[in-house]
């Protein structure tokens, strides 16, 4: 993949390896399997995949929660080390922040919603006091939450509202791009199609970088110009969403697209495979 | 006999701010073998409905009403019987897979001790009948997931062994919350092909939570959409997609972003999303609802059966023909934006 000073992200040769269970039973998942990825500045890139291809593990590599075996991330044009410090994930949050697929596991359930945007607001931006408080309730009001929200906890709200909360707080960090893990899967299609208008307008006003983890081809349609289709932690396709969904290519790209329920669809047995596996 | 009844549920919460209504009265049934979908915005009390039923609301809750598993009122069982009730006849798939596993048990002793716990069955027929389960929910290395715990698999990995879980027990109802958003889109077609089977083979009823109101026509015998707390429609597939009868429903069928087009702006429903405890007569639904009539802000409409179709909105019968019409995908099988049809124009030359 070229190397340019538009790419925000530039994976190359990625590689992950698992270890999972011990003595006989020991494994070695490949979560991610030699992937390189360019992500242009300002665009949108979705991600789709069989469950367990290694969507999230390469998020999580970006984010640097996890660190890699091999290959090279270049992240808004430094590279990014393979164990970073904590020192450098700090700073590293200022450019790149995930929201995850699983809300309940990001939010601290100790701590108020209004608690959790203001920590973020005065971490990245220094904003705090009655701008933090006008802040944490626009936000809110953007991802259609309601003021009263800011007081409750993580355990009072249902899980598109901590979905939500997870999408206003990292917002809050306004990083240059925003890694979106199933983040709006737990949400009905009208509050979706409400944060999703807002994605894009944000990414318009302040050109972001989204990676769009992703099931849901209506969403891919609706938001991104382009799609890499993942399978046993490697990129099987990758191209514009209209060539993509419209002309698949792939075997497993022509599987996916004709297993999304639609009218006269019907739930069907066939066989899926996980992560590549080989006994260590 | 139905297998579960939900007669007239109401739900209210004790808060510093003074007791907050979750569920405004929610009734609906369930037959044998029967699967009704529970659509509803975010917060509109989907999960809680679900809770009342294994009674696991959150701790103060006052729950008023009747939920009836086949004839037997499960809100007054005894902690015995509600104990064997929770194990061998409801099953439920939570909403968050990971919370539903103790993450320092590996899978093989979640799934292995969960099956000697309910029907006493040996550590050996029990481990060989939780691998013959992980295999049909599509998990490809059996050996590998028993030995895993919570944190060494992917999400969409971990709601397969809840659902291989929930099944194991042939239980009569599933309460099933969102069980395949974590999941491919071919995963969730074999998952919902294995809960399918469930159903014809075992009678097993399913109320099943879901976002995508595609799934949900395909898999449901019926649907209910649920608004601030109560149910606002209950329809079959068809009926909804065809003629939906409640402004909400059919609001919401028009929001769905299309697998075939993008569009510029997704539809959205004008306001806020509000809470059950934030409404004070008149139509929830009336703040936000384009066809609301001055009356819908004071009278509170009730559910009404009638020919067929079951619906809350005062307007109900008028509106028919305007709400009725598939959206512009569903018709052509194609491209196209959903239904724009300049409804807000509409309604100012109407009102
Ligand atoms: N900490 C870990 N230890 C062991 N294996 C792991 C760990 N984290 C992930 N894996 C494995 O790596 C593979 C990739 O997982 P990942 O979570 O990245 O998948 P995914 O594409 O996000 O799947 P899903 O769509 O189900 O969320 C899976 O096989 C998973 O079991
Ligand atoms: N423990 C709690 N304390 C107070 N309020 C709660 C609690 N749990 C849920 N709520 C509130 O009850 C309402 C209904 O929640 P519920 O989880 O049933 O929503 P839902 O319809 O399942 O939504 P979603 O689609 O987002 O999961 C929400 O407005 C939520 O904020
Ligand atoms: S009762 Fe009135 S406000 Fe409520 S849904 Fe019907 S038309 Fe709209
Ligand atoms: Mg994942
Ligand atoms: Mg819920």
Redesign the interface.
């Known amino acids: 993949m070229s190397t340019t000073a538009e790419n925000v992200i530039e994976i190359s040769g990625l590689s992950k390896q ?1 270890a ?3 003595g006989k ?1 020991r ?1 070695t ?1 490949h979560a991610l399997d030699d992937v390189s990825l360019a992500v242009a500045d300002g665009s949108c890139l979705a991600v ?5 291809s290694g969507k ?1 593990t390469l998020a999580r590599i970006l984010v640097g929660l996890e660190s890699a075996d091999g290959g090279e991330v270049v992240l808004a044009g430094r590279p990014v080390a393979r164990r970073p410090r904590r020192a450098e994930r700090r700073a590293r949050a200022r450019d790149i922040q995930m929201v995850f ?2 809300p ?2 990001s939010l601290n359930r100790r701590r108020t919603v209004e608690a959790a945007i203001k920590e973020v607001l005065a971490a990245h931006h220094r904003v705090t006091g009655d701008e933090a408080r006008r802040r944490v309730g626009e936000l809110l ?1 953007q991802v ?3 003021p ?1 929200h800011a007081r409750a906890l993580p355990g ?6 901590q979905q ?1 909360v997870a999408i206003a707080r990292a917002l809050a960090a306004e990083p240059r791009v925003l890694v979106l893990d ?1 983040a709006v ?10 944060v ?2 807002l994605l ?1 307008e944000i990414r318009q006003a302040r050109r972001l970088t989204y990676l769009f983890i992703t ?5 891919v ?2 938001v991104s110009e382009e799609v890499v289709v993942m399978r046993q932690g490697r990129i099987v396709e990758r191209g514009s ?1 209209d060539e993509v ?1 419209d002309r698949p290519r792939h075997a497993y790209t022509v ?2 697209r004709d ?5 006269g ?10 992560a590549r ?1 080989v006994e260590a | 006999m139905n297998v579960l009844e939900l007669d007239d549920v109401r739900l209210d919460l004790p808060s510093k701010h003074g007791d907050r209504t979750l569920l405004r009265g929610v009734s609906l049934s369930l037959a044998p073998g029967e699967a009704l979908g529970l659509v509803g915005e975010s917060g509109s009390g989907k999960s809680m409905t679900l809770r009342t039923v294994l009674r696991t609301e959150p701790a103060g809750a006052r729950v008023t009403g009747r939920v009836l598993l086949d004839g037997r009122d499960v809100r007054t069982l005894g902690a015995a019987d509600l104990r064997r009730v929770r194990a061998d006849a409801i099953a439920m798939i939570s909403q968050n897979p990971r919370a539903a596993l103790n993450p320092v048990l590996r899978v093989a002793r979640f799934l292995v001790e969960g099956l000697c716990d309910a029907r006493g069955e040996s550590r050996e027929a029990a481990t060989r009948r939780a691998r013959d389960l992980l295999a049909q929910v599509g998990i490809a290395d059996v050996d590998r997931c028993m030995a895993s715990y919570p944190h060494q698999l992917s999400g969409g990995m971990l709601q397969r062994v809840v659902i291989a879980a929930a099944v194991a027990s042939a239980p009569r109802l599933l309460l099933a919350d969102e069980p395949t958003t974590a999941l491919d889109v071919t995963t969730q077609s074999e998952v919902m092909a294995i809960l399918d089977g469930q159903r014809r083979e075992h009678g097993m009823a399913m109320l099943f939570v879901t976002h995508d109101l595609e799934l949900a026509s395909a898999v449901c015998d019926r649907i209910a959409v649920l608004y601030a707390g109560e149910i606002v429609e209950i329809a079959t597939p068809a009926q909804l997609h065809a003629a939906p009868r409640h402004p909400y429903t059919r609001l919401l069928l028009d929001s769905r972003p299309n697998i075939a087009a993008r569009v510029p702006a997704l539809p959205v429903i004008p306001g806020r999303p509000i809470a059950a405890y934030e409404v004070e007569g008149g139509c929830a639904f009336a703040a936000r609802c384009p066809w609301a009539a001055p009356r819908c802000e004071r009278e509170e409409p009730a559910l009404v059966h009638d020919a067929g179709r079951t619906t809350r909105c005062l307007r109900a019968g008028e509106l028919a023909d305007e709400l009725a019409g598939a959206p512009a995908d569903d018709a052509a099988g194609v491209s196209g934006a959903p239904a724009e049809t300049g409804r807000d124009g509409e309604t100012e030359a109407r009102a």
């Open positions: 698992f999972v269970g011990r039973r494994r998942v789709v995949g069989e469950s367990g999230t697929q699983d309940n596991g009001d259609g939450l309601r009263a009072e709200l249902s899980g598109g509202q939500r199933e899967a737990a949400l009905d299609v009208s509050v979706q199609a409400q999703l208008n894009a099931h849901d081809l209506s969403v349609r609706q969403t969904l599987l996916l297993s999304a329920p639609r009218p669809w019907r739930p069907r047995l066939s066989t899926g495979a996980d596996e």
